[in-house]
């Protein structure tokens, strides 16, 4: 069985028309009939054609999904090297407190030198 596709808008994408008044053709294209170029998503295959925005849409949402996980992923990435980093600077804050705690008070003051004088 054949499969033919019509435009669910009851347009043509692209027609040849004959100019009346000038009697030049002319190439009379929809807005929403574009080329893309570039890669599909799925198949890595090179993509360079015209075909209708509506039938471009569902390749289109493979390719946005596709780019919503790497970024999930470098969110993730971006916040597991900032709690490790936040965990290292927590332990450098404790180990500071823990070495001024251990210092003399401040009325007993270090000798310095000599005080025999």
Request: negative net charge; hydrophobic residues 30%.
């Amino acid at each position: 069985m054949e499969v033919v596709y019509t435009c669910p808008l009851g347009s043509e994408c692209e027609t040849a028309k004959k100019d009346e008044s000038t009697g030049k053709m002319k190439l009379y294209r929809c807005r929403w009939y574009v080329k893309m170029r570039g890669k599909d998503p799925q198949s890595d295959n090179e993509i360079d054609e015209f075909r209708c925005s509506m039938e471009w849409m569902p390749l289109l949402q493979v390719e946005h999904s596709l780019f919503e996980r790497q970024t999930g992923a470098a969110v993730e990435s971006l916040r597991n090297n900032v709690i490790d980093t936040m965990s290292q600077q927590q332990a450098r804050m404790e180990r500071i407190v823990k070495d001024q705690s251990e210092l003399p008070a401040s009325g007993d003051k270090p000798s310095i030198g000599n005080d025999d004088k």
